[in-house]
C-alpha cells in the first residue's frame, strides 16, 4: 500500500504564493507519476499538474506560468509552488501518485487552498 500525506495548504492573499508537498510512503513504484489535483466546492476534481518519475511535466492551461511542480525522487516527494494566486485557486489540493505500470491509483486526505481578494 501506499500513503501520501499533504501539507502547505492555507489561506493567502490575492497574488501571495504558497508550496504545497506531498510524501509518498509505503510500497512505492518508482516508476510513476505524481500530481496535484483540486476541487472547489460544486465543482470537480480537476487536473492542476503532474510529473513522471523521469521529469517530464504536465500542467492545466489556468496555471501555466504561475505553478510549478517539481520532485524529489530519492524523498518520494513532490513539491507544488504555486505564484501568482487567485481567488479562483481556492479549492481543496489533492496529492496523486500514478503507477501506470500496474494502473494503481492512490490519493492524498487533500489540503485546503484559500485565496482572499
Known amino acids: 500500500q501506499v500513503q501520501l500525506v499533504e501539507s502547505g495548504g492555507g489561506l493567502v492573499q490575492s497574488g501571495g504564493s504558497l508550496r504545497l508537498s506531498c510524501a509518498a510512503s509505503?510500497?512505492?513504484?518508482?516508476?510513476?507519476?505524481m500530481g496535484w489535483y483540486r476541487q472547489a466546492p460544486g465543482k470537480q476534481r480537476e487536473l492542476v499538474a503532474t510529473?513522471?518519475?523521469?521529469?517530464?511535466?504536465n500542467y492545466a492551461d489556468s496555471v501555466k506560468g504561475r505553478f510549478t511542480i517539481s520532485r524529489d525522487n530519492g524523498k518520494n516527494t513532490v513539491y507544488l509552488r504555486m505564484n501568482s494566486l487567485k481567488p479562483e485557486d481556492t479549492a481543496v489540493y489533492y496529492c496523486?501518485?500514478?503507477?501506470?505500470?500496474?494502473?494503481?491509483?492512490?490519493w492524498g486526505q487533500g489540503t485546503q487552498v484559500t485565496v482572499s481578494s
Open positions: 510529473i513522471h518519475s523521469g521529469g517530464s511535466t
Open positions: 509505503g510500497s512505492v513504484f518508482s516508476i510513476n507519476t
Open positions: 496523486n501518485l500514478f503507477v501506470n505500470t500496474y494502473g494503481s491509483n492512490y
